[in-house]
């Protein structure tokens, strides 16, 4: 919904859940090695080069990244086809 003025937006009104209930929902907390390791994760699904990646993440050695975040990823035979595919086109 778009809105017409262009006031700030301000929390008046706004009715904020008791200190009870707030401490009655669960928050996950992931611990920083969990979002470190769905990083590096992402960053290989994305494409970014082990040497990179390692690089990075302060790994001396590139191949530990390749053991410790590569993971098997749907559709990634399809994807690295085009991409072939797309290179033998380009130097044909």
Do not use: C, Q
């Amino acid at each position: 919904m778009r809105r017409e003025s262009t006031a700030p937006v301000s929390n008046e009104g706004l009715v904020w859940p008791s200190p009870s209930a707030m401490m009655a929902v669960p928050v996950v907390r992931p611990p920083p090695h969990a979002l470190r390791h769905l990083f590096a994760s992402e960053a290989i699904n994305e494409g970014v080069d082990v040497y990179t990646l390692a690089d990075l993440l302060g790994h001396e050695d590139p191949a530990f990244a390749l053991r410790r975040y590569v993971h098997r990823v749907t559709g990634a035979v399809e994807k690295a086809r085009k991409a072939i595919g797309r290179r033998y086109r380009a130097a044909a």
